[in-house]
Structures are given as C-alpha cells and as structure tokens.
C-alpha cells in the first residue's frame, strides 16, 4: 500500500523475464489487447454494481457473496457501499500527479499530516456498523423462520471453511523496494519456524526482481503474488491508464506463475479489475478509514466479483499500526482476530518487509505468528488455496437431505447462519 520507500518512477528496472516488455510511454501500447478478457462484462462506464441496490437480490449479478438471505443483502449492501465510495478525491489526484517530484521527506510528512487529521475511535478497525446490520439481519432470518412455525425450516448453508476449521487465517506482504527484499528471508525463516507460510506480492516495473529468491520461496511452500505495476499510485486515475498497463501486469503474472493481484495503495475499481488474468484480487478490506479509498466491504468472507475471486483483508496493516499511529500492533490484531473468529471469517493480514524495519516491528509480528501458530482452530492457508476453496464452496449446495452436493462436497459441513453468526 504505502509505499513511500520505492522510487517513484515510470516503468522503471524491470527484471529479466520482463526486460524489454515494460510500458516504453503508455501511448504506445495498443488499447486494444486489455479488451480481450472482459468478456460479458459492462465497462462502458455504468456501474453494475449499482444493480443490487436497485434490482434487489439478482442472481445474475456479477457479485456473489458468501451467505444468502437476508445476511446476503447485508453483504450485498455494504459492498455496494464501498464501490460507491472507492473514489479518490480530487485531492489525492493531484497529489498522485505530484508524486514523481515530490521528495520521499515530502511525501512521508503528507500522509503523516492526513492521516493524523483523521479523528478515529479507538475500534477503529472493527466494522461496528456492519455487524450492527448482520445481527439484525440474523434475527430477521430467524424470526421469519419462527412466524412461520415450522412451516419453513431454516435453510442450510456450508460452513465458510473447509476441514471444520473455525475460521481461515492468510499472511500476505507486499514487497514495496529494495530494502523490502533484503528482509524476506528473515521473514519468511521467522513464519517457517512457527508453521506458516505466506503469499510475497512483487512490484513488476518498479526495482529489480529476485527471481532466484521467489523460486526459493515457492520451493519452501510460500506463494508469489502481484502488486501492481510500478506502484505510482497512478493505476487507476483513468481507465486509458489502466488499460494500457494490464497487458504488462498479466505478461508480470505469467512470468512470476501468479493467480493473484493487489493493487498499489489498495486504490480499486473492480469493474476495470476484470480486464486482468488473475483467479483472485486482495485489494478489498473489511474496514480501513486511513486508505487514500477509505471504505469497506464490511463482511469478513470472501466474495465473487465477475471472474475474480475477492480476498478481504481484515487485519490492520503494519503500516497504519506502526508508522501511522504508533498503536502496538500485535495487541490490535489479536483484538480484531477475536471478532474474525466469532464469526469464521477470513483473517487476512498484509505487512511490508519494508516497514518491518526494526527489531521491535519485528518482534511485533512475530508474536502475532507465535500466537496463531497454537491456535487449533485456524485453517492456515495461502490466498491462492483460499480462492479455490471458495469456488469450490460457491459451486456447492446443501441439499434438501442435508447432504452436500458439489466440489466441496467432502471437505464442508452444512450450518445454520443462526448458529455461525449469532454467536
Ligand atoms: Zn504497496
């Protein structure tokens, strides 16, 4: 997300594999090619999204979410919400505009300035609003149910996670600069020495890649994801921009065997996002007011936008924590991982190598891992087998019998919304 440690340059050292193949100067790409993969989707400009506040529940929508009923339009609502809102204001366009010639000193003392004006309450970081609507969507659900004594039972859905875990926890960083990757192996030795692995997004067009160290880091069980193009904040300033950089982030994934994206300060357009080749994005979060997009799906779980799979982060970021606030962290998101277990949902962190800068940071996120590493409950997993599980369980259905009925059919369990949710 913020990244305030890379250069801020235009398609810059590329690595080897990719040598040759960045943006020489975005007019010369052919806007033609980031047509392809769109297939029926709308990207005249009109928002589909806005279809499921108007058109209720459409089971042609392009977005799906993890429950149904009454909690379903919840979900639905609150991410109609937060594509409504993911907007930047004109502030921070021109501020990406700057950027270039802005001095990293500049830069810092901005975001610092703004973020700091931001008055939050202490939970900032759990979505009180969300849950306030999700019980009493829980108690509508359940009540019709009760009015209609026994006429209706109360319908089965699959548990969000696989194994009869509790609730799904996934380690991500993205890798802003070269200080980021003289860290990785640290970090990922310190994950390894507690049971876990985790998902390394890279920056294609912005410093010079390791390629021997990510082959290493596949070897040893992590995942390589992509974060962006070259992290100038500029990605989604218009869609001309985006267009013409798709080709080479999509060429980035098949180079680097990615499925999955995260953009650059999480900035995100979903709509324009279908234009990319990836089986997942991780660009959303429940919550998170600090984001140049400030906003949130509410919702802990995943959810299907058009051909991506969305990943929520749900833990604060480092860089919010511990730059930004200066709030212990691992204290914080053991704080928010209760509540992302009351309702087994998806515990997504994001930390950057780059600002894990210091024996305390570090100590800070080890004890986090340390702590998750005991917990039974937890599926530990990478985001890429999170969004195949959750295709999996999206093309999977509970039948009148109670069995399951599709590809997930051997590793779910059917559960009532009441006693998942309303716990
Ligand atoms: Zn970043």
Redesign the pocket.
């Known amino acids: 997300?913020?990244?305030e440690t890379g250069m801020p340059g235009r398609a810059g050292l590329a690595g080897q594999a990719l040598a040759g193949q960045a943006l020489a100067g975005e007019s010369l790409v052919n806007e033609g090619l980031a047509g392809q993969a769109l297939g029926n989707l709308d990207v005249s400009g009109r928002d589909p999204f806005a279809q499921g506040l108007s058109g209720g529940e459409r089971e042609d929508s392009l977005a799906q979410f993890a429950f149904a009923g009454p909690v379903g339009k919840v979900l639905r609502e609150h991410f109609n919400r937060d594509m409504a809102q993911a907007r930047l204001t004109w502030k921070f366009r021109l501020y990406y505009h700057l950027r270039p010639w802005l001095a990293q000193g500049m830069r810092q003392a901005l975001q610092r300035s703004r973020n700091r004006s931001l008055s939050m309450a202490d939970d900032w970081f759990i979505p009180n609003d969300f849950i306030l609507d999700l019980q009493a969507a829980i108690r509508l659900e359940a009540g019709e149910v009760s009015a209609e004594h026994g006429l209706r039972r109360e319908v089965a859905e699959l548990h969000p996670w696989p194994d009869g875990h509790r609730y799904a926890l996934a380690l991500t960083h993205?890798i802003?600069g070269a200080e980021g990757w003289s860290r990785v192996r640290q970090i990922a030795e310190m994950e390894e020495s507690c049971g876990l692995r985790s998902a390394w997004y890279v920056v294609p067009h912005l410093y010079k890649i390791d390629y021997g160290l990510l082959d290493e880091l596949r070897q040893r069980g992590h995942e390589v994801g992509i974060?962006g193009y070259n992290?100038d904040g500029r990605l989604f300033l218009s869609r001309g921009i985006f267009r013409r950089r798709v080709p080479f982030i999509n060429a980035a994934a098949r180079a680097m065997s990615a499925s999955g994206f995260r953009a650059?300060?999480v900035h995100r357009n979903l709509n324009w996002m279908q234009d990319l080749e990836f089986d997942y994005d991780a660009s959303c979060f429940d919550i998170d007011p600090f984001q140049p997009m400030p906003g949130g799906v509410g919702g802990f779980w995943p959810f299907i936008v058009g051909k991506l799979v969305e990943l929520p982060y749900t833990l604060p970021q480092d860089h919010t924590l511990m730059v930004t606030l200066g709030q212990p962290a691992c204290e914080t998101w053991l704080r928010k991982l209760a509540v992302i277990k009351r309702y087994s949902g998806l515990a997504m962190l994001i930390t950057h190598p780059d600002y894990l800068n210091s024996a305390e940071r570090m100590d800070q996120y080890r004890q986090f891992c340390q702590h998750v590493a005991g917990d039974s409950e937890k599926w530990s997993a990478l985001p890429r087998e999170v969004a195949t599980w959750w295709r999996q369980r999206q093309a999977t259905v509970v039948g009148d019998d109670g069995q399951l009925v599709g590809p997930a059919a051997d590793r779910g369990r059917p559960v009532l919304q009441r006693t998942l949710l309303d716990a």
Request: proline share 11%; glycine share 0%.
């Open positions: 997300m913020n990244n993205d802003e974060h992290h650059p300060m």
